[in-house]
């Protein structure tokens, strides 16, 4: 076992520790500072140069004998609130490691290597993906724009906070400059396939996309008791079906599907609502599945609303699901038969920075198994030996990469 991904991993887990047992460090939150200042110094110790841009992604560089284009990694470290200690930092301390044993064995390889710690990805402080996305060039000025979600703060005095605390220890550049190869992110699984199945290694062929809607019921707020059944508009009867009717289409056509919000006005247990507003979330690596999927589940709503009275009002969003590269996907297979582990393809159900750095280059990713398949909780974890792997494999994707 690499005792130093263990010692990285469980020192980044002790900053931001939440008193409900898990960790809150959301993005340039001053405990994520923290643990960026952690990873700033052992990216040093490594001999990157290290630079900041102007969406705070920290960007470790190793040379090459050529100067473009770069073989990236990395991944990020802010947390969900009361989350585990994988989520993310396994990708970036993976990636760190690796640089390490290349240093130690003198590797030197053909095209330079970058190690990248992107900014928000779980979106708690600002907006999802905002480092990624703005590394990927898709956006710029709206970083002026951003107000803080978790603080009272905009991004631009949080990115001078952070600024103020590295200063004499990274370079402040505008924007990453150079032309990437590829982009490998290793990271845990965050389901229970690979677990359940018993496979070391988690070859992903694509992150899906994500279509959301925010239905909203309107109906007439009344009286619990004194209002005949036959006389009520009541915005629940029509969300509820609905809800069901989500998980229906969703097995139907083998995609995932969950309502995880639901907002009820005025919530009295003695009133009859007046609004009900729920949040759908469907997720595949087909767009036309799920643009088919949410299309019924809106005219599901519109049909089950029509008898009780009840107005429906949608507003929609979609996120593109990114297929990984083939060559990078062969490329993680033969690692794990090299290294001699166990492997299955499998997509990702949950959304990653690599999706968003498929806009600019080729990206594939690598999973390890999670316990039980628990993650954005205080008992996410993955098996030490599973990192180890893990680590391995990515090291051995990038190398073959340089060719």
Partial sequence: MTSRIKEDIEAIGKIGKDPRGG??????????????????ER?????????????????GVRKGRLKEPYV??????????????FDGVLGVVGGLETMRQLNEDRVETKFPMVLVVFTDEEGNSFMPFVGSKYFAGEI????????????????????????????GKVKKIGRFPYALRNHVELHVEQGPI??????????????????RAWVEFTGRQAHAGSTPMDMRSDPMISAAKT???????????????????????????NVIPGKVRIGVDLRSLSKEDMKKAISSVVSYALESSSPEGVKVDVTEFFEEPVLCSPRVVEEVKRSSEEAGFSYM???SRAVHDSQVMAKVTDVGMIFVPSRDGVSHAPEEWTEWEDCD???ETLKRTLLSLQS
Avoid: C
């Fill in 72 to 85: 990236s990694t990395g991944s990020h470290v802010d947390t969900v609130m009361n989350g585990g200690i």
């Fill in 243 to 269: 809800i069901e009717k989500v998980r229906e289409i969703a097995i139907q056509m083998d995609m995932v599907g969950t309502v995880g919000f639901v907002e009820v006005s005025p919530n009295v247990i």
């Fill in 194 to 211: 690979l677990y359940q199945r018993k496979v070391q290694i988690g070859v992903v062929t694509g992150v899906v996309g994500v279509q």
């Fill in 140 to 167: 710029s000025n709206e970083l002026s724009d951003l107000k803080g979600k978790y603080e009272l703060i905009s991004f631009k005095d949080a990115l001078e906070r952070f600024l103020r605390r590295v200063e």
């Fill in 389 to 391: 792997r893990g680590q």
């Fill in 23 to 40: 960790n809150s460090r959301p993005a340039l939150s001053p405990e994520d500072i923290e643990a960026r200042l952690y990873l700033i």
């Fill in 345 to 347: 393809e499998l997509p």
């Fill in 43 to 59: 990216m040093r110790e490594a001999g990157l140069e290290v630079y900041v841009d102007d969406a705070a992604n920290i960007i």
